[in-house]
C-alpha cells in the first residue's frame, strides 16, 4: 500500500509559478515511475508528466513541455511539479500517482491549482 498526499496547491495570477509537492509514505517508493495528472472541471483527468524511479528520464504532455518540471528527492520520498509561466488553462486539481507495471494504482487526493487572468 501506498499512500500520497500533495500539497502547494492555490491561486497565482497568469504567468506566475507554483511547486506542488506529493509525499509518499508505505512501499518503496524509489522503484516506482511516479506520475502528476490534472483534472479541470468538466473535463476528463488528463496526463500531465511522469519521472522515472531514478530521476534520470521524464515526459510531459506537449502543452506543459518547456513550461514544467518534475523531480524527485527518493531520500524524501517526495516528487514535485514545478509549474512556470502559468496560463489560466493550467486551472485544474493536480494529483500524484504512482505508476506500475503500465497502470495507476494509487493516487493522492488532489491539490487545487487556480490561475486567474
Known amino acids: 500500500q501506498v499512500q500520497l498526499v500533495e500539497s502547494g496547491g492555490g491561486l497565482v495570477q497568469a504567468g506566475g509559478s507554483l511547486r506542488l509537492s506529493c509525499s509518499a509514505s508505505?512501499?518503496?517508493?524509489?522503484?516506482?515511475?511516479m506520475a502528476w495528472f490534472r483534472q479541470a472541471p468538466g473535463k476528463e483527468r488528463e496526463f500531465v508528466g511522469e519521472i522515472s524511479w531514478s530521476g534520470s528520464s521524464t515526459d510531459y504532455v506537449d502543452s506543459v513541455k518547456g513550461r514544467f518540471t518534475i523531480s524527485r528527492d527518493n531520500a524524501k520520498n517526495t516528487v514535485y511539479l514545478q509549474m512556470n509561466s502559468l496560463k489560466p488553462e493550467d486551472t485544474a486539481v493536480y494529483y500524484c500517482?504512482?505508476?506500475?507495471?503500465?497502470?495507476?494504482?494509487?493516487w493522492g487526493q488532489g491539490t487545487q491549482v487556480t490561475v486567474s487572468s
Open positions: 508505505g512501499r518503496t517508493f524509489s522503484t516506482y515511475t
Open positions: 500517482a504512482v505508476r506500475i507495471r503500465g497502470k495507476y494504482p494509487y
